[in-house]
């Protein structure tokens, strides 16, 4: 029998190198480092300084840490590199099928008015705000020939409601229509306000989901949201627990916004939403669009004030969640989904290149076609930056490749635009062209300065501090990306 | 605790055969002789009367078992009662020269496994089959031939080594058979990985396209010098990885095997996470508790670790795991050692020839579901065993 060799005798005979990685420094004496598929390394500085200087050997613990989270490989070497390029590949694999999401706007008008409405909706004109069976039939016929095995078609507004037929006719055109082998999606985006028994049937026979807006305790919802008689809050809540017995519980989701008057009340903003048994919450800022600008509403809380509230939040659920129910914060699912996991990820808002088009396209009330949500609300404050066509002269391809869409999306990519290239936070966050170009003229914009940016961070650092320091909280967080 | 006797030499060799090794498929009396290599099993005088009459030409009796004159059949073999678990369709290689024979099949069991060569290019500290230098390519070709004798419906048949992909092209080729002679039977194949590296070699594996092969490939840390050291090859962490990746790029079933030791345990809840963020489209991870046999044995001191020291480590690699949705297993760790939420994916993974309890297993209510203990070596045994009473 041949004689084994000591450990000594395995140790790399080629020198190593430092693979791609950024950092960046959270507390004092602790850094993030960073590879670019987001295995990220809690380090000290002197740690840092030796991964960098590559001041690493066998054994000392570090060479290790370093090697398993391809912070480091020895040259000549493949498959610490293969294993990145796999793992970029799929964390980018949203891009082979490009636009899931089609947005119909079957409406401007709205029975609410919201002094944040962010789609600066109309009160009257039927003939002028509603969209029509023609642009209808057009927009389906686009969002039809999309690549995607599976087409998920919205129905926003204003309150698409005030336009029932319109949607039945797309829904019934759309499962006619539809090229066999894809599937279909559907949900209507509603303040609840007109739902009756003919909309829950047709939501029924249909698999429709719904989706409305929930913000709070009484007081505050109809503070945030008004309409005649006073009641969004009494019609949106029985509105929710008609749609969760007759549709099912999982198919009634809710979102709030963050008013200012939302600011010292998030326990009770999340207690409505348990009370109604809704299956998690998404605590979201106010954007800069639409009357949210307009009324001044926008400005009211600055990002330091919102992330405390989300903190607070935050803290508030996973003490829910440790008291055995489960019930995730949203926006932190998404971001754990990119911390935890190379999932290719469906959230236009947190992709690069940016989701604008190849994550949505939104066909408006009046056929002109916009790359994303908050674009077609940019276009209503008189800014067409994100308009790429018209639903009377352009096909699918036609507006995919437009040079506009092009040129935007080229633009966006995070890993190669300034500050995003060199931030440790990079692989889990995403680029939003309309955010920056809304509030800095510009759609790469200058991220020192720009609130989306803070908040990222932020809500980024946070999750990352829970994870490792707190196994309660991280077995809850992690529970959230594993259901 | 003794392994069931797989290989032995016959007591005598009496007929008129010709000499050289042989394949042969045992055959109860009654059934009707349908090949030149069947063989009819005697248990006693009115099973040879019952030969005659089916046309045997060869038996095996089962040492004392008959006084009668059997010199009429070609070939009788008279071996050990120790053998006589052999059942109809088993099959055994038998040199009449020297009277030695060796169970290859055995049609009632699950745990059938062919070595494809002894020759390897690792050098596992913990390798329970010694690799060694010798040109053993015949025994490709004896495989080739046993398959013939093997029944359809056999559930699964594993090849292992050594490294069965030194055999290179000869195994694609026996792979290929399998296929077309049984392609009900699963196959699953022990290998160090390295050979898929090559495109050309996961090419020709999945040109295959049979319809259930697994490749049963072992990493044993996420750190080059860490696996290179464990199995004495530098520059394996790095071939095997990209191995995997070779086959699973082609849509082929890989289960990644790790052992369980005192070099390997340190990191298993790193190696786990490693798994589960590189490696999470992998069919399978098997995460395995020592057989102390072969090396395992010349290597003890760097090698023992008491389970019980790492079941906390185990339990939250096994978790990791599962939350990336990667299917685990628990394989060769007795229940009682193991925390109680990793009990589920812990599986009755040793072969039934080498499969024992312990007496104090006898008290236990979890024991029928419960793995044992290898009875193959020096098997060492954990502070942790006792009875389960609570179940």
């Not at chain 1, 001044?296 to 330091?304: A, I, S, V």
């Not at chain 2, 849509?251 to 298993?268: D, F, K, N, S, Y």
Request: glycine letters at 8%; charged letters at 25%; aromatic letters at 8%.
């Amino acid at each position: 029998m041949a004689g084994f060799r000591d450990a000594a005798a395995y140790n790399p005979t080629a020198g190593l190198q430092l693979l791609p990685i950024r950092f960046e420094q959270l507390q004092p004496n602790r850094y993030l480092v960073n590879n670019f598929v987001g295995d990220g390394l809690l380090l000290t500085r002197q740690e840092l300084d030796r991964v960098v200087g590559l001041d690493l050997s066998p054994g000392d613990g570090l060479y290790e840490r370093a090697f398993e989270k391809l912070l480091v490989s020895v040259k000549g070497q493949q498959s610490q590199l293969q294993l990145l390029a796999m793992r970029l590949r799929s964390r980018m694999a949203f891009l082979q099928q490009p636009t899931a999401l089609h947005i119909f706007v079957v409406t401007l008008r709205c029975e609410h008015s919201c002094p944040y409405c962010q789609v600066s909706r109309r009160c009257v004109d039927r003939e002028r705000y509603d969209m029509s069976s023609d642009t209808a039939i057009r927009a389906l016929r686009v969002a039809l020939s999309a690549p995607p095995p599976t087409i998920k078609i919205e129905f926003q507004g204003g309150e698409p409601l005030l336009n029932f037929p319109l949607i039945r006719q797309i829904v019934e055109t759309a499962r006619r229509d539809v090229p066999s082998g894809k599937m279909l999606e559907f949900v209507i985006a509603t303040n609840l306000a007109l739902l009756d028994d003919d909309v829950l049937d047709f939501c029924r026979e249909n698999s429709v989901l719904l989706s409305t807006s929930l913000d709070g305790p009484a007081d505050l919802h109809n503070r945030n949201r008004p309409r005649p008689g006073s009641n969004s809050h009494q019609l949106a809540t029985e509105g929710i627990r008609r749609a969760q017995s007759a549709l099912g519980r999982d198919r009634i989701g809710a979102f709030m916004t963050t008013t200012e008057a939302s600011l010292e009340r998030v326990e009770g903003i999340i207690d409505e939403y348990l009370k109604l048994d809704l299956d998690g919450i998404f605590l979201r800022p106010l954007s800069p669009y639409g009357f949210a600008i307009k009324t001044k509403q926008f400005n009211k809380y600055g990002g330091r004030e919102w992330l405390k509230f989300y903190e607070r939040g935050l803290r508030y659920i996973l003490d829910i969640n440790k008291n055995g129910r489960h019930f995730p914060e949203f926006y932190a699912t998404l971001l754990l989904k990119r911390i935890l996991t190379d999932v290719p990820i469906g959230y236009v808002d947190l992709r690069s290149p940016a989701g604008i088009g190849l994550g949505a396209l939104v066909y408006n009330y009046d056929g002109k076609v916009f790359a994303s949500d908050e674009g077609r609300m940019l276009a209503e404050m008189g800014d067409r930056t994100f308009e790429l066509g018209d639903l009377a002269t352009d096909d699918y391809r036609s507006l995919i490749l437009s040079d506009k869409l092009i040129e935007l999306v080229g633009g966006s990519l995070s890993q190669c635009s300034p500050e995003c290239a060199s931030c440790a936070f990079e692989p889990y966050c995403g680029s939003d062209p309309v955010y920056h170009h809304a509030t800095q003229g510009d759609p790469v914009g200058i991220k020192p300065l720009s609130e989306f940016c803070a908040r990222q961070k932020s809500v980024l650092r946070l999750l990352i501090e829970l994870l490792d320091d707190s196994p309660e909280d991280a077995a809850v967080l992690r529970g959230w990306v594993s259901r | 605790m003794r392994p069931l006797p797989l290989s032995g030499t016959a007591k005598a060799i009496t007929g008129t055969i010709e000499p050289g090794r042989r394949l042969l498929r045992l055959r109860a009396a009654e059934t009707g002789a349908v090949d030149e290599a069947d063989i009819a099993l005697i248990r006693h005088d009115g099973d040879l009367a019952m030969a005659r009459v089916r046309g045997f030409t060869k038996a095996v009796l089962f040492d004392d078992s008959s006084t009668t004159d059997v010199t009429d059949f070609a070939l009788v073999a008279h071996i050990d009662p120790r053998f006589d678990y052999l059942a109809d369709g088993d099959v055994m290689a038998l040199d009449p020269g020297s009277g030695r024979f060796r169970v290859l099949y055995r049609r009632g069991s699950k745990n059938n496994t062919f070595l494809v060569t002894e020759r390897c290019n690792h050098y596992c500290l913990m390798c329970s089959q010694p690799p060694r230098k010798v040109n053993d390519g015949w025994i490709v070709d004896e495989i080739t031939a046993c398959i013939d004798l093997i029944d359809p419906a056999t559930q699964s048949i594993g090849f292992t080594g050594g490294e069965p992909l030194l055999e290179g092209r000869r195994f694609l080729s026996l792979l290929t058979k399998m296929r077309e002679r049984l392609p009900e039977t699963s196959v699953h194949v022990l290998t160090n990985g390295r050979a898929f590296a090559d495109d050309t070699v996961a090419t020709a594996w999945a040109e295959i396209h049979h319809p259930d092969l697994w490749a049963g490939i072992p990493i044993y840390a996420a750190v080059d010098h860490i696996h290179d050291y464990v199995v004495q090859a530098q520059g394996a962490f790095d071939e095997t990885v990209l191995g995997i990746l070779r086959l699973k790029d082609k849509g082929q079933r890989v289960e990644v095997r790790c052992v369980l030791h005192a070099i390997t345990a340190p990191r298993l809840k790193e190696t786990c996470e490693w798994f589960a963020r590189n490696l999470p489209f992998v069919d399978h991870v098997a995460l395995m508790g020592l057989e102390n046999t072969g090396f395992a044995l010349a290597n003890q001191e760097s090698l023992w670790i008491d389970p019980v020291d790492y079941a906390d480590d185990l339990a939250s690699g096994v978790q990791t795991l599962r939350a990336a949705g990667v299917n685990v297993s628990v394989y060769n760790l007795p229940l009682c050692v193991l925390d109680r939420s990793v009990w589920d994916v812990a599986v009755q993974s040793i072969s039934d020839w080498k499969n024992a309890y312990l007496p104090v297993c006898e008290g236990c209510s979890v024991r029928d579901r419960c793995s044992g203990f290898f009875s193959t070596g020096r098997p060492r045994i954990s502070r942790g065993i006792r009875p389960i009473s609570d179940q």
